[in-house]
């Protein structure tokens, strides 16, 4: 069972910033939320992880609401190499349950 | 490159057939994982080891069968599949099973048809 709901699509202009959002309301305390992404016939790819706090890498920065019943991903200036589907997940007692993503397409 | 190779990237199978699928990693992980990926549905975890040994294995048909010879490597043998069984087989590998703060890294998968 996906622990995660995603919006299916959303479109992004190129060099602005690609918000996406994801609710995880049955997340227990101690669990991670973890975004990865996947370009077609490639295996996911790994974005970011956090726990409470807003973290940022080179790649993007995640943002956790304060009762950790959502997120988002931002990807701050998008490019047409960001077009991928997107994944929202909430590592539960070690496994990490996917959804069925947001598919991001960067318009030109 | 992940670091987590999978071979072959293609593959099509009579039911009859049996075949092998590889994966190797070059990360000195110690958990590898077998995922399920079917067209409009979400990744199904098949299979995990940790260090050699099977700690998961979910609900998956015996028509699949998991080999963890060491660390480095995972194979997936095949024998006499169903059509439902085509689908994109992913391996992904991570440091420890039980860590926190564990990442997973993935191959780019062997698409599988069976026919």
């Known amino acids: 069972d996906a622990k995660t709901t995603q919006p299916p699509s959303m479109d992004c202009a190129e060099g602005r910033a690609a918000n996406l959002p994801c609710n995880h309301s049955t997340i227990s305390g101690n669990e991670y939320v973890y975004w990865y992404r996947q370009i077609h016939s490639q295996g996911p790819q790994y974005i970011i992880h956090?726990?409470?706090n807003n973290e940022t890498n080179e790649m993007a920065s995640l943002i956790i609401t304060e009762d950790r019943k959502s997120s988002t991903l931002i990807l701050p200036h998008a490019t047409l190499r960001d077009t991928a589907v997107y994944y929202c997940?909430?590592?539960?007692?070690?496994?990490?349950?996917f959804g069925t993503g947001t598919s991001l397409t960067v318009i030109p | 490159e992940t670091g987590v190779t999978q071979t072959p990237r293609h593959l099509v199978m009579g039911m009859t057939n049996k075949k092998s699928l590889k994966c190797e990693q070059h990360l000195g992980h110690n958990a590898m994982y077998w995922y399920k990926q079917s067209a409009k549905k979400p990744l199904e975890l098949m299979f995990v080891?940790?260090?050699?040994?099977?700690?998961e294995n979910n609900s998956v048909p015996s028509r699949f069968s998991p080999e963890c010879p060491n660390s480095s490597h995972l194979f997936l043998h095949l024998h006499t599949l169903q059509p439902e069984d085509s689908a994109l087989y992913l391996c992904?590998?991570?440091?420890?099973?039980?860590?926190?703060?564990?990442?997973?890294?993935f191959g780019s998968g062997t698409q599988l048809s069976v026919l």
């Open positions: 992904a590998s991570s440091q420890y099973w039980t860590g926190d703060n564990e990442k997973l890294f």
């Open positions: 956090g726990l409470k």
């Open positions: 997940i909430v590592r539960v007692v070690h496994q990490f349950y």
């Open positions: 080891y940790s260090l050699e040994e099977r700690v």
